[in-house]
């Protein structure tokens, strides 16, 4: 019985070391692997999954982000984050949250880390993802340094963001979709658009000119509209100065006493709501697309 006994508490003994052993093993492989990721320093030029890394200039990024108005109200998205300076930009001069998206973990992890030594990490994150997966339809603000194909591929998702949202890319265009702004450094450039909504088609319109059968037909390219207004019976005329800005529509055209009016309205879908008026006189309308 003895001899059982003793043989227990050595197998009891060796199971014990073995667990000290293995988990000795494991937290020196933690430890080690949190002292390389700690350590982790990228390299200008380095490869990533379809770009280089290469940082946006300090004036660049502060330019970017001023373009685009962005204030604590936002939540900017940077696709391709690497080192996280433009999100902690955003977070730490202009009170934004954002969100980096980031395909190199150690990237990720790294840019991160540096958020946390801003101070930001409260309102400044950095995921690990592919920006063609991620969902970043939230954003009222979307910030990238890509390549030309990317950003052509990106331009469909984009452009399906709500009317309104602001983009700001580092050197490269979004093809024939001209920016509404391009943004000068002294060494650099940027381009900034606003996403468009979707206005072109017949819309019928209630409340203009005393005129109870009002169309109104509008082209477009992106954010350039032009089309025409019918009063009526009355021919069709060109509409006067068109300009879309977000879901904001504006123009001029000649009622039917001859005097010049002024159109604002909000584009909501297939619905918008409108004011017409000039220096006298100013009324609302609705309308809406079949």
């Given at each position: 019985?003895?001899?059982?006994?003793?043989?227990?508490?050595?197998v009891?003994?060796?199971?014990?070391?073995?667990a000290?052993?293995?988990?000795?093993?494991?937290?020196?492989?933690?430890?080690?692997?949190?002292?390389?990721?700690?350590?982790?320093?990228?390299q200008?030029w380095?490869?990533?999954?379809?770009v280089v890394?290469v940082?946006?200039?300090?004036?660049?990024?502060?330019?970017?982000?001023?373009?685009?108005?962005?204030?604590?109200?936002d939540?900017?998205?940077?696709?391709?984050?690497g080192?996280?300076?433009?999100?902690?930009?955003?977070g730490?001069?202009?009170?934004?949250?954002?969100?980096?998206?980031?395909?190199?973990?150690?990237?990720?992890?790294?840019?991160?880390?540096?958020?946390?030594?801003?101070?930001?990490?409260?309102?400044v994150?950095?995921?690990?993802?592919?920006?063609?997966?991620?969902?970043?339809?939230?954003?009222?603000?979307?910030?990238?340094?890509l390549?030309?194909?990317?950003?052509?591929?990106?331009?469909?998702?984009?452009?399906?963001?709500?009317?309104g949202?602001?983009?700001?890319?580092?050197?490269?265009?979004m093809g024939?979709?001209e920016?509404?702004?391009?943004?000068?450094?002294?060494?650099?450039?940027?381009y900034?658009?606003i996403?468009?909504?979707q206005?072109?088609?017949?819309?019928?319109?209630?409340?203009?000119?005393?005129?109870?059968v009002?169309?109104?037909?509008?082209?477009?390219?992106?954010?350039?509209?032009?089309?025409?207004?019918?009063?009526?019976?009355?021919p069709?005329q060109?509409?006067?100065?068109?300009?879309?800005q977000?879901?904001?529509?504006?123009?001029?055209?000649?009622?039917?006493?001859?005097?010049?009016?002024?159109?604002?309205?909000?584009?909501?879908?297939?619905?918008?709501?409108?004011?017409?008026?000039?220096?006298?006189?100013?009324?609302?309308?609705?309308?809406?697309?079949?």
């Amino acid at each position: 019985m003895k001899s059982l006994i003793r043989f227990t508490r050595s197998v009891a003994h060796g199971l014990a070391l073995l667990a000290c052993l293995v988990w000795g093993s494991s937290s020196v492989t933690a430890l080690a692997q949190t002292k390389a990721d700690s350590t982790y320093q990228p390299q200008v030029w380095q490869a990533g999954k379809d770009v280089v890394w290469v940082p946006t200039p300090d004036e660049l990024v502060t330019k970017m982000l001023q373009a685009a108005k962005v204030t604590k109200d936002d939540l900017v998205y940077d696709l391709g984050a690497g080192d996280g300076k433009i999100a902690i930009a955003a977070g730490l001069e202009f009170g934004a949250r954002a969100v980096g998206i980031e395909y190199n973990p150690d990237m990720a992890a790294f840019a991160q880390r540096n958020a946390e030594r801003a101070g930001v990490a409260d309102r400044v994150r950095i995921i690990r993802g592919d920006i063609f997966v991620e969902d970043f339809s939230q954003a009222t603000v979307v910030t990238m340094y890509l390549l030309p194909e990317l950003n052509l591929r990106l331009r469909p998702i984009l452009l399906k963001m709500k009317p309104g949202t602001r983009l700001v890319t580092n050197s490269f265009s979004m093809g024939d979709w001209e920016p509404d702004q391009i943004i000068r450094t002294s060494q650099n450039s940027g381009y900034f658009w606003i996403v468009p909504a979707q206005v072109q088609g017949r819309w019928n319109l209630n409340g203009i000119d005393n005129n109870p059968v009002v169309s109104l037909d509008l082209q477009q390219r992106y954010q350039h509209v032009g089309g025409t207004i019918t009063l009526g019976k009355l021919p069709p005329q060109n509409l006067l100065t068109p300009e879309l800005q977000g879901d904001q529509l504006r123009f001029r055209f000649i009622d039917t006493s001859n005097r010049l009016q002024t159109v604002k309205a909000t584009i909501r879908g297939n619905q918008l709501d409108g004011e017409v008026g000039n220096s006298f006189s100013n009324s609302s309308f609705k309308g809406s697309r079949p």
